[in-house]
């Protein structure tokens, strides 16, 4: 009997020994099934905190029955928040595309400005010059107004010379003319009337003319040979415009009557006289 049980008892004895090797193994698997548990615990709610799933319960997951709803609802949390990203980073890089777009207009701003403001400058200092240019203009004007107050005031006393001279000059034809008739009555008298020559050849000048009176002033007188009453031509270059009788001179200076007859243009200053 006893050599019966001596296998039994080792058939038990080995059965007890392979099921304490399985209940340590057993024990070993559940610990690490229970630290994984744990950190998968523990990743969720980490993952739950990092996405802001606030009503996200991780004490749910320690229960199997019930462990699958508060998953299901963070893999949809995941979800949308995976979708948010994708719509974010597809915001991102149009944001990204249309700051470079930004970017170049602003270089392109700046080169823009940067000319601009050299286009400033430049039309500043150009500004500055015509202001310089248009101060000497205005001092030159000031001075040329000065001037023409000079020249106005010359200009006044000149025809106020002139006006005197003309007077003088009617004065003295008449009182010429008047001699010459004196003279002429007196000759016819005694007999002796000179005669109305000149010499050949003999030229001059009109210095001065009065179209009014229809006298003209030559440069030439008794000291050329002329005396009252001679008639001369009077040409402008190699053309005969009129001729003019002379009604009284001196020394250097005569007074001639323009003939109308004989005018082809009115005589002018600076034609000459020919005899």
């Given at each position: 009997?006893?050599?019966?049980?001596?296998?039994?008892?080792?058939?038990v004895?080995?059965?007890?020994?392979?099921?304490?090797?399985?209940?340590?193994?057993?024990?070993?698997?559940?610990?690490?099934l229970?630290?994984?548990?744990?950190?998968?615990?523990?990743?969720?709610a980490?993952?739950?905190?990092?996405?802001?799933?606030?009503?996200?319960?991780?004490?749910?997951?320690?229960?199997y029955?019930?462990?699958?709803?508060?998953?299901?609802?963070?893999?949809?949390?995941?979800?949308?928040?995976?979708?948010?990203?994708q719509?974010?980073?597809l915001?991102?890089?149009?944001?990204?595309?249309?700051?470079t777009?930004?970017?170049?207009?602003?270089?392109?701003?700046?080169?823009?400005?940067?000319?601009?403001?050299?286009?400033?400058?430049?039309?500043t200092?150009r500004?500055?010059s015509?202001?310089v240019?248009?101060?000497?203009?205005?001092?030159?004007?000031?001075?040329?107004e000065?001037?023409?107050?000079?020249?106005?005031?010359?200009?006044?006393?000149t025809?106020?010379?002139?006006?005197?001279?003309?007077?003088?000059?009617?004065?003295?034809?008449?009182?010429?003319?008047?001699?010459?008739q004196?003279?002429?009555?007196?000759?016819?008298?005694?007999?002796?009337?000179p005669?109305?020559?000149?010499?050949?050849?003999?030229t001059g000048?009109?210095?001065?003319?009065?179209?009014?009176?229809?006298?003209?002033?030559?440069?030439?007188?008794?000291?050329?040979?002329?005396?009252?009453n001679?008639?001369?031509?009077?040409?402008?270059?190699?053309?005969?415009?009129?001729?003019?009788?002379?009604?009284?001179?001196?020394?250097?200076?005569?007074?001639?009557e323009i003939?109308?007859?004989?005018?082809?243009?009115?005589?002018?200053?600076?034609?000459?006289?020919?005899?």
């Amino acid at each position: 009997m006893s050599k019966l049980a001596t296998p039994f008892i080792i058939i038990v004895l080995i059965l007890s020994i392979v099921a304490l090797v399985l209940g340590i193994q057993l024990f070993n698997q559940r610990e690490i099934l229970k630290g994984r548990t744990q950190r998968l615990e523990n990743a969720a709610a980490e993952f739950a905190k990092s996405i802001h799933y606030d009503d996200f319960n991780a004490a749910q997951l320690k229960d199997y029955a019930q462990m699958l709803t508060p998953l299901n609802q963070l893999a949809a949390q995941g979800a949308n928040r995976w979708d948010e990203l994708q719509d974010t980073k597809l915001d991102l890089e149009n944001t990204k595309a249309e700051l470079t777009s930004t970017r170049e207009t602003l270089a392109a701003t700046e080169e823009k400005l940067v000319a601009t403001e050299a286009q400033v400058v430049d039309l500043t200092s150009r500004l500055e010059s015509k202001e310089v240019e248009l101060a000497q203009a205005n001092t030159q004007i000031e001075q040329l107004e000065v001037e023409k107050e000079d020249l106005n005031a010359q200009l006044a006393d000149t025809q106020s010379q002139l006006d005197n001279a003309k007077s003088e000059a009617t004065d003295l034809k008449d009182e010429i003319a008047s001699l010459n008739q004196t003279i002429e009555d007196m000759s016819r008298e005694l007999g002796e009337l000179p005669e109305k020559v000149a010499p050949r050849g003999l030229t001059g000048k009109i210095l001065f003319i009065n179209p009014y009176w229809n006298f003209v002033v030559l440069d030439i007188g008794r000291d050329d040979g002329l005396s009252p009453n001679v008639e001369m031509l009077v040409h402008r270059k190699d053309k005969l415009i009129g001729k003019v009788r002379i009604s009284a001179a001196d020394n250097k200076m005569a007074i001639a009557e323009i003939l109308t007859d004989w005018e082809v243009m009115p005589p002018k200053e600076g034609d000459y006289v020919l005899f």
